[in-house]
């Protein structure tokens, strides 16, 4: 166990006013622990590749064709930060924009051949790192992880009352 983890349950378990975990620190703690095997994979398998480099080649993995547009939208982030992200991949060959034929206005981002390449080695990683991150899950304590987790996204997503 991680010696991080084992802080926060240490603590969470000798709180006695306290009946519930602090379920974002437990959260924070597992991105903690995710994002730095994801930047160690990348500093040893994609040097100079960043975490939203991977991401945005993660995207057009799973939606080839797809427009900055479609990109900025998914990653709800600020549409010049993506718009750098895409043309310094661009840039290093992989990805490369086709034009739209319905719309000329648009340009459709795929994978280059090198691209397609280390999105497929970062996605083996991540099923890997997703199997060893719910080893000895029954699979009814997956779904109902999955499910969980899900809910919180929903709770998060909905306006501040």
Same mark, same amino acid.
């Not at 034929?101 to 994978?111: A, K, V």
């Given at each position: 166990?991680?010696?991080?983890?084992?802080?926060?349950?240490?603590?969470?378990?000798?709180?006695?006013?306290?009946?519930?975990?602090?379920?974002?620190?437990?959260?924070?703690?597992?991105?903690?622990?995710?994002?730095?095997?994801?930047?160690?994979?990348?500093?040893?398998?994609?040097?100079?590749?960043?975490?939203?480099?991977?991401?945005?080649? #993660?995207?057009?993995?799973?939606?080839?064709?797809?427009?900055?547009?479609?990109?900025?939208?998914?990653?709800?982030?600020?549409? #010049?930060?993506?718009?750098?992200?895409?043309g310094?991949?661009?840039?290093?060959?992989?990805?490369?924009?086709?034009?739209d034929?319905?719309?000329?206005?648009?340009?459709?981002?795929?994978?280059t051949?090198?691209?397609?390449?280390?999105?497929?080695?970062?996605?083996?990683y991540?099923?890997?790192?997703?199997?060893?991150?719910?080893? #000895?899950?029954?699979?009814?304590?997956?779904?109902?992880?999955?499910?969980?987790?899900?809910?919180?996204?929903?709770?998060?997503?909905?306006?501040?009352?």
């Open positions: 166990m991680s010696p991080i983890l084992e802080k926060l349950l240490d603590k969470v378990n000798h709180m006695s006013e306290r009946k519930t975990v602090d379920v974002l620190e437990v959260l924070h703690t597992v991105k903690h622990l995710l994002r730095s095997r994801e930047l160690r994979v990348l500093r040893d398998t994609a040097p100079g590749v960043s975490h939203m480099d991977a991401r945005v080649l #993660g995207f057009f993995n799973r939606r080839p064709g797809e427009t900055l547009s479609a990109l900025i939208q998914h990653a709800g982030r600020d549409k #010049g930060q993506m718009a750098r992200l895409v310094s991949l661009r840039e290093r060959g992989l990805l490369h924009g086709q034009v034929e319905q719309d000329r206005r648009n340009l459709r981002l795929y994978l051949p090198q691209g397609q390449q280390l999105a497929d080695t970062l996605h083996t991540k099923q890997q790192l997703s199997r060893q991150a719910i080893q #000895g899950f029954t699979a009814a304590e997956e779904n109902q992880l999955a499910a969980l987790l899900t809910r919180l996204v929903k709770n998060l997503e909905e306006p501040e009352s």
